[in-house]
């Protein structure tokens, strides 16, 4: 039951990707009148075909890993013109090098700007149904810094982290990425943290020379930092439950707990640990709301003797904020996913990191099981390393041809045959050994 789990998700998984990448390309060529003879999901000998009412073969393959659309060009027609002796004049006259080098290029890049738009859909879909933790990198031991500040000043326990070199993070995804995006460095990371002892954020220059240098250290960023770190919510209300402690204190959603009692709150723990302490006890809650300092009495609800409040914590999105958040994940992680590619050609992050289909068909299954939003995280991930890897400049990737399409802007017309023969075998050759590389880092993991 577990190994058709795999299959299947994975199958799913490359289906969806692959299947949309290549809409993105057919859409576009289809309203440049360019004529599709075949648009195919895998690769390899044909297993079930259908016509549409242009004469486009859709093609279902045999290889689950990939997928392409055929375009006529004036090469084909040359090469092979029994496998265009079929079509009109019209579709014989509009192929894809007929066209203007504005609507070649944006054939091209339809493919992994349809898996962007996928990515940034599925990230909405999940922000959308699920909260927003609301939470604080803070820093709760400090192991060895002292060889590394700069500024005078250390990171302590306690301090809320709000920044690296100028961006925010909150959750441990944040901060990992953005550490991670300095692996090999050397030179100062400045940290903006929030201390109780000071009202403004303070800045720590914290010196670092070849920052995670090993593939050991890499998995867990923030020990570079010579720092543990615990991720606290903040004392932000979520969902008020009916019939609760707190719907009939009339606390709200979003309402920002400051004190309970004579108790400061910095963090929803506080809440947790003081409410289930007092159990049928009035407390008074001094909240935030809209701005404005509100001081509600809260009887507090009792089960088996431990106090109850009736919240959850974590505050939900709105449809434009969680289009927004999506848009600028996806943005985010494909400046991350070119700074670690960058990064593994030159030595400074493991290229053990790089997975093949094993390693995917594994995620997928795992994935799966956990439930359908991490499946469809993991799905959104892949959209984005499939969409960046297409438009590096590699021959035979969609990238490849943009950079083809910009020398031959350039010049004035394409280059000689038999240059872009051996620029497409070498890009081929690259791919096939890319992907050897890569099945042979999955298969190292499971010996």
């Not at 066209?99 to 909405?124: D, E, V, Y």
């Not at 990425?177 to 109780?196: C, F, M, P, Q, W």
Request: glycine share 8%; proline share 5%.
């Amino acid at each position: 039951m577990t190994t058709i789990i795999y299959i299947s998700s994975f199958l799913a998984l490359l289906g969806v990707l692959i299947t949309i990448h290549e809409y993105g390309h057919f859409i576009v060529a289809r309203m440049c009148n360019v004529h599709v003879q075949r648009f195919s999901i895998g690769m390899g000998p044909v297993l079930y075909k259908k016509y549409d009412k242009h004469g486009t073969e859709f093609a279902l393959s045999a290889v689950p890993l990939g997928g392409y659309v055929s375009m006529i060009t004036k090469k084909l027609i040359e090469i092979e013109p029994d496998s265009v002796k079929d079509l009109s004049e019209e579709q014989l006259k509009n192929t894809f090098d007929s066209k203007p080098k504005w609507q070649r290029a944006a054939i091209m890049f339809a493919g992994p700007l349809a898996n962007f738009i996928l990515s940034i859909f599925i990230f909405t879909l999940i922000f959308l149904n699920t909260p927003d933790p609301q939470t604080i990198p803070v820093v709760s031991n400090v192991i060895n810094q002292d060889k590394n500040i700069s500024s005078g000043s250390s990171l302590n326990v306690d301090d809320q982290i709000l920044s690296i070199n100028g961006t925010s993070v909150s959750e441990a995804k944040d901060i990992n990425l953005e550490l991670l995006s300095y692996a090999g460095y050397s030179g100062d990371l400045n940290i903006l943290v929030k201390r109780s002892s000071n009202e403004d954020p303070i800045s720590i220059l914290m010196y670092v020379d070849d920052f995670l240098p090993t593939s050991e250290s890499q998995n867990n960023p923030v020990k570079g930092l010579g720092v543990d770190i615990v991720y606290k919510m903040k004392p932000l209300i979520g969902k008020v439950l009916p019939d609760g402690a707190a719907s009939e204190a009339n606390l709200k959603s979003n309402d920002r707990v400051l004190k309970i009692g004579t108790t400061d709150i910095k963090y929803a723990d506080d809440i947790r640990t003081l409410v289930s302490q007092n159990p049928n006890t009035n407390l008074e809650f001094k909240i935030e709301r809209n701005q404005e300092i509100l001081y509600l009495p809260v009887n507090i609800a009792s089960q088996d003797n431990v106090g109850i409040l009736g919240v959850t914590f974590g505050t939900s999105r709105g449809v434009l904020q969680s289009l927004s958040k999506g848009i600028y994940e996806t943005y985010n992680l494909s400046i991350k996913t070119l700074q670690f590619i960058g990064k593994m050609l030159t030595g400074n992050m493991g290229t053990e990191n790089l997975s093949g289909p094993i390693g995917i068909a594994q995620m997928a299954g795992n994935t799966a099981q956990a439930g359908f939003l991490p499946f469809m995280y993991l799905m959104a991930l892949l959209s984005i390393s499939l969409a960046v890897l297409n438009l590096l400049p590699i021959p035979v990737l969609d990238g490849g041809q943009l950079t083809l399409l910009g020398i031959e802007a350039v010049r004035g017309k394409p280059l000689p045959e038999k240059v872009e023969n051996i620029i497409y075998t070498a890009g081929a050759v690259l791919v096939i050994m890319l992907m050897i590389f890569a099945i042979f880092n999955d298969v190292s993991r499971f010996i």
